[in-house]
């Protein structure tokens, strides 16, 4: 434990000003002082940035659909998350009679923990983060799939058919989307050849959006079928069953699950900004940009740039069948994250340590190879298809002279 | 190992996200494909057609407004037909072509519905929807303007309009047409050809032609399965003969084909209203009818191409003044009734498509 804590300047800050005010009896309990402190901190800064998050998609959507979006409640409608979030408490608790007491309890609960307890691994400055585990990357894939088992817990244990149809779709989905999703990282982990996230946002002189961009559209896709989004939202598809999992969820249980899913775009994208934007360090490719904003503010751009494409991805496409959207994540996104694997593989193997000017050649056989993927992708789609307007033709006939 | 699984039944509607008003299927399911399907309607029976047998001549037109609420001019226009067949009214010419005029406006607000709500169906998240409502209210306002309503419009009368289009109508009606079609082009552009539209609606709820024939489908589905049928073609009604328009005719019977269909009438109803406003006449909107008047004994059918298919009214007048019997073919429920058939073996995903597809509107299925 010491050994990082040393370089964690945040903590050990803190934790020298929890020593002075205690006694020296109670020097051990400056440790647990500390770390509580900073998960409040970073829990509320999470709550804060989703309730943010809940607006701006609100607002943002409402831009793309013509309409106003909320903008009414405070200046702008900015008071508009915590209107909600009133009106949820103080609804009526409902449970259903055939549900299960337990797993319905649980699901909403584990799935904003799940959702929470993700954001442990995320550094927001070089010297500032709760915890920097050896297995970060790991970590971070793999805990966001408790939300999975909770959708699961939720749709089942509601005992309604529409919930449990919800919930089957969602573990079917869920499951397929996590392996090409752990795959298009490993070309990162071999780049960085480390799996904390500290090291990872080193390891990025050329950010990883440019030296690995078939990971990059991997992870978003596979991270927006994670996240339940347009147009991967079949587990909740409104207009085929009613609201999925959650459809006999309400009040705060309804509220909780919400604020997963809202978190969990917040989430996503401070790991996307993480893995793929450098991180707290400034996006650009000349570094002396540095000083402009702190790299707290830098992390928080980085998140709501993402936050704002999900948006977008969110209000332009509709939603696929649950067999074509399997069919993507096997015939399309894996083959596509195998690719990139083993040409980064390849490319490091060749340059184990490479220089500036091969970090560049890199970027751009990595391009070259995606922008093959894309053709080659195109062109097989295309072979087989007309132009799908030409089924409809006009006929005329003549206007009758009267 | 093949695990050994049941089917399950649930009930979609009637209060559902997407069953187009009040409609109810009961779907047994396995897996997610579908094994049965039980139409359940009548949640939005009003008695239409009693009613009517309760009302003058002139107060039925109130009525048809809300059959199918989404195209009520051209409900009107039905009845009144059929009205002035029964009776031998005389129509002036410049009410003709204000009918004929605001049914093909009536036609593109519906068919812009109709559009919208399929890609809702679709999970598009309302943006398409968004944009149909945009263009749909500008054809309200016009309504609002000739008329004074914007959905229960109540326009026409037996024996021709109630009103003369006041003289700001004109301008706001040119400007209209001028704006509209890049309005549709933008729409078309942003989903004609979009993947994910393609793949969810091409080759999904065939509807082959002989089983579109056998079971009197009407309107854009019949045309969307290869058969150049419209009635205001085959059987020129009011001005249509004199109209110089195309019929799109789909080739696959798909979903997509359907939708396609309806995007394509836009163009063509805009034509003719086009048409309309080079070709109409000066002159009386409303020849002279009582208020109060009796048909002789005798029966009547006049049928029109509805945005949703064939719209009948059979009015039986036994010399008073209300029909004796009012008989209503509705085209959206006729057109459900090849469902069965259509679903059986798609995912619940396809279910809600193809019934988006077909366009049917639950005020005119139950009357």
């Known amino acids: 434990m010491e050994s990082s804590f040393d370089k964690n300047a945040l903590f050990a800050n803190l934790n020298d000003i929890f020593l002075d005010l205690l006694p020296e009896s109670l020097s051990w309990m400056a440790y647990l002082g500390t770390g509580l402190t900073i998960i409040l901190i970073m829990v509320n800064a999470v709550l804060m940035l989703t309730a943010f998050g809940t607006y701006m998609e609100r607002r943002v959507l409402g831009r793309f659909q013509t309409r106003l979006g909320p903008n009414r409640v405070g200046p702008f409608g900015l008071l508009q998350p915590l209107a909600d979030l009133l009106k949820l408490i103080t609804k009526e608790d409902l449970r259903p009679e055939s549900a299960d007491k337990i797993t319905f309890f649980l699901a909403p609960v584990l799935m904003v923990t799940s959702m929470l307890v993700v954001v442990a691994v995320v550094p927001f400055g070089k010297d500032s983060f709760l915890a920097d585990l050896n297995i970060g990357v790991l970590y971070l894939v793999g805990i966001p799939t408790i939300a999975t088992v909770s959708m699961f817990l939720g749709g089942w244990g509601s005992g309604n058919r529409f919930a449990l149809l919800g919930a089957a779709r969602a573990v079917a989905m869920l499951i397929s989307y996590e392996v090409p999703m752990i795959v298009s990282l490993a070309g990162i982990l071999i780049l960085a050849g480390s799996m904390s996230l500290v090291d990872v946002v080193q390891a990025q002189q050329i950010p990883f959006i440019l030296l690995q961009p078939i990971a990059f559209f991997v992870f978003l896709v596979s991270a927006s079928a994670e996240m339940n989004r347009s147009p991967f939202d079949l587990m909740e598809a409104e207009s085929e069953l009613t609201a999925g999992f959650h459809t006999e969820f309400s009040g705060m249980r309804f509220g909780l699950l919400q604020l997963a899913e809202f978190g969990e775009v917040v989430v996503t994208s401070a790991i996307l900004a993480t893995l793929f934007l450098r991180g707290w360090e400034n996006p650009f490719i000349p570094a002396d940009w540095q000083q402009v904003l702190p790299p707290q503010l830098w992390l928080i751009g980085k998140m709501l740039f993402f936050m704002l494409i999900f948006t977008w991805i969110r209000a332009t496409l509709p939603r696929m069948r649950i067999d074509q959207v399997m069919a993507f994540a096997w015939k399309v996104l894996f083959p596509l994250a195998l690719i990139n694997m083993f040409v980064t593989a390849a490319l490091v193997v060749a340059w184990p340590d490479p220089t500036y000017t091969q970090l560049w050649i890199m970027v751009g056989v990595n391009w070259a190879v995606a922008i093959g993927c894309l053709t080659g992708y195109t062109l097989s789609r295309g072979r087989h298809r007309q132009k799908p307007t030409e089924s409809v033709r006009l006929v005329q006939i003549p206007a009758e002279v009267n | ?367």
């Open chain 2, 1 to 367: 190992m093949a695990l050994p699984s049941e089917s399950i039944t649930i009930n979609l509607g009637p209060q559902h996200p997407s069953t187009h008003g009040v409609f109810r299927i009961r779907v047994t399911l396995d897996g997610e494909v579908i094994q049965d399907i039980e139409p359940i309607f009548g949640y939005l029976h009003r008695g239409t057609e009693k009613l009517a047998e309760e009302r003058t001549y002139t107060q039925i037109v109130t009525l048809t407004d809300r059959l199918d609420y989404t195209s009520s001019m051209i409900n009107n226009q039905a009845y009144v037909m059929a009205t002035e067949k029964l009776a031998g009214l005389e129509v002036p010419e410049r009410a003709q072509y204000l009918r004929v005029l605001t049914a093909e406006l009536q036609r593109v607000a519906s068919h812009l519905m109709g559009i919208g709500f399929f890609l809702q169906d679709l999970g598009a998240m309302g943006t398409p929807l968004m944009y149909c409502f945009r263009e749909r209210e500008r054809i309200l306002d016009l309504f609002e303007m000739i008329c004074g309503a914007r959905v229960t419009v109540s326009y026409m009368r037996p024996g021709g309009v109630t009103q003369e289009p006041p003289p700001e109508f004109w301008p706001a009606l040119k400007e209209l047409l001028s704006e509209f079609p890049h309005y549709i082009d933008e729409l078309e552009r942003l989903i004609l050809e979009n993947e994910i539209v393609v793949a969810r609606t091409k080759g999904v709820g065939l509807l082959p032609r002989e089983l579109a024939i056998d079971s009197s489908i009407s309107g854009p589905n019949l045309r969307a399965s290869g058969v150049a049928w419209d009635l205001r073609k085959a059987d020129p009604y009011d001005v249509y003969g004199r109209m110089d328009f195309d019929i799109p005719v789909g080739s696959n019977g798909d979903s997509y084909d359907r939708f396609l269909v309806r995007v394509m009438e836009i163009h063509q109803s805009l034509r003719i209203v086009e048409q309309c406003v080079q070709q109409i006449p000066d002159g009386p909107i409303r020849s002279e009818v009582p208020y109060f008047f009796r048909p002789p004994p005798g029966d009547a059918y006049a049928h029109v191409e509805a945005s949703k298919g064939e719209l009948g009214f059979y009015l039986v007048s036994d010399g008073g003044i209300a029909p004796y019997r009012c008989k209503i073919r509705a085209p959206s429920f006729i057109n459900l009734t090849a469902l069965t058939e259509m679903l059986l073996g798609w995912k619940v995903a396809d279910l809600m498509v193809i019934f988006g597809s077909l366009d049917v509107n639950m005020g005119e299925v139950d009357r």
